[in-house]
């Protein structure tokens, strides 16, 4: 036998700063131009924060000769695909990038995280810097290295540590952020003080109607109080990051809120964003907290008043439970156990022999989210599925069994018109096919109502077509609009 060691200690120092200022966006080229991480860069971004940010970067990275070119990526969650990163990494061959180009990833979380993932991909690994313009990407994704794409089966699921040489932190860029994605923020940033620091906790709350407006009509003094806030945050992210890069323990308090959020996500087809999702899932920790007397019923009060003031976290999921308990198996951070990360006390995680990521209980987590109504619990209807196998009355609990023989009951009266039509939103099922509800209706009854209603648009629709094909949504929703098949 030959034993051939092969010693790899000394790693790289993979050290970087974390400048937050406002205006220092002004200012990036000529830094990079100062700093050297790469002979060019290509831009990575997407088209919104492309049309608002980008020329006015590339036009400075110009004057600097480092600019080598641009990709611009769909916004949403979607782009951190398979299809999206590979069609990255062509474009850098296309561009002509080599191992001495770096990449600048100008965005949010996504960009972040896809842009980051090309760079430590793309020849084994370039260089990158990122330039966060969402709130979330300024206090959490911008910072500690962590990469990545989602995969069908959930998200980020493919990822690298990969860490950037700079991030640049302009708070003025949020001027443009959407109030949504400002309050999403704020649900990842909030995180920060319950896990981690009661007083920033307090800070938030004493600044709660600054967070409730909107960031274009923020007062220059607000501006600097929203810039302490970010720089509390990262400097918090920093501290664990630089105590467990890997997430071996410590860095796992970061996901507080995240096992249920990753689901939440997943499960919305993410329509509800990651700031958001986080927010849901802080509710969600701290309720199974206080079941499991590790959380005092005052500090999920407490919590919990926060997120309402924001009007953050009170997304209900559809689906089933033991889908969402399934799904929250498959997070990589649940390594196959259902493990989560609980608040003892806002600003202190609470600890089992020194470990973070608590092991807990299917049926307790069921029950949690039963008692909090999280979940709906009602099947999705998959409209991709041939019509005999449709099955819309699948309903998981007896209670909801009990809803649907009520709305059984009162079908032939709703189809009759004894229920008088108002207007309302319609729910994102398979295909949204109607606007209506009816009043006295209940929230269950209205969602069988519209599985019925896409059950019949369907079979319309097969028979139409002579029973080709499935429907999709953009189908379902025309035939919806033009159809009218609604009862009655
Ligand atoms: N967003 C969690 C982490 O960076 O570890």
Redesign the pocket.
């Known amino acids: 036998m030959q034993r051939i060691h092969l010693g790899l200690t000394s790693e790289k120092d993979k050290s970087y700063d974390i400048v937050i200022d406002r205006g220092v966006f002004a200012n990036i080229a000529s830094d990079l131009r100062m700093k050297r991480f790469a002979e060019k860069y290509v831009v990575i971004t997407d088209k919104k924060v492309g049309k608002l940010y980008s020329k006015k970067l590339i036009d400075a990275l110009k004057r600097e000769e480092l600019y080598l070119g641009k990709i611009v990526v769909p916004v949403g969650e979607s782009s951190k695909s398979v299809e999206q990163f590979s069609e990255c990494l062509e474009d850098m061959v296309g561009l002509g990038a080599n191992r001495k180009t770096g990449i600048i990833a100008l965005g949010g979380g996504v960009v972040g995280d896809l842009g980051g993932y090309v760079a430590a991909s793309f020849m084994r690994g370039i260089e990158y810097v990122h330039v966060p313009t969402s709130l979330l990407a300024m206090v ?2 911008s ?4 990469v990545g794409i989602d995969l069908k089966a959930g998200k980020n699921l493919a990822g690298a540590f990969w860490h950037p040489k700079k991030v640049y932190i302009d708070p003025d860029v949020l001027r443009t952020l959407p109030q949504k994605h400002w309050r999403a923020g704020l649900g ?1 940033a909030l995180k920060y003080g319950a896990i981690k620091e009661r007083p920033l906790w307090e800070f938030f709350e004493k600044h709660i109607e600054l967070w409730k407006k909107k960031p274009n009509d923020f007062l220059p003094s607000e501006w600097e109080t929203v810039s302490e806030m970010i720089a509390r945050c990262a400097q918090i ?1 920093v501290n ?2 630089m105590k467990d890069e890997r ?1 071996g323990n410590v ?2 308090i ?2 507080y809120g ?1 096992t249920f959020a990753h689901v939440v996500e997943h499960m919305s087809d993410y329509e509800v964003v990651h700031g958001e999702a986080v927010a849901v899932g802080m509710r969600m920790a701290a309720a199974l907290a206080v079941e499991m007397r590790f959380m005092p019923q005052t500090e999920y009060d407490r919590q919990n008043d926060l997120l309402d003031a924001l009007g953050l976290g009170k997304t209900k999921t559809k689906g089933l439970i033991k889908d969402f308990v399934k799904h929250m198996r498959k997070d990589k951070k649940a390594k196959g156990d259902l493990r989560v990360v609980l608040v003892s006390r806002l600003g202190t995680c609470y600890q089992q022999m020194g470990q973070f990521g608590i092991a807990v209980e299917e049926k307790i987590v069921k029950k949690v989210i039963e008692q909090g109504e999280w979940v709906d619990d009602v099947e999705v209807v998959d409209m991709s599925q041939p019509s005999s196998s449709f099955q819309p009355q699948t309903v998981s609990s007896v209670e909801q069994k009990r809803a649907l023989d009520d709305v059984s009951s009162t079908w032939d009266g709703v189809t009759s018109g004894s229920y008088s039509p108002s207007q309302s939103t319609s729910t994102s099922y398979g295909a949204p096919l109607s606007s209506t509800s009816f009043v006295g209706e209940t929230d269950l009854q209205k969602r069988l109502r519209e599985m019925r209603e896409r059950a019949e648009a369907k079979r319309q629709y097969r028979e139409q077509s002579g029973g080709a094909g499935g429907l999709n949504s953009s189908e379902g929703a025309g035939l919806g609009s033009g159809g009218g098949f609604l009862p009655g």
């Open positions: 959490d994704s910072i500690g290295g962590k990842e992210k664990v990051v997430e860095r796992q970061l996901n995240h």
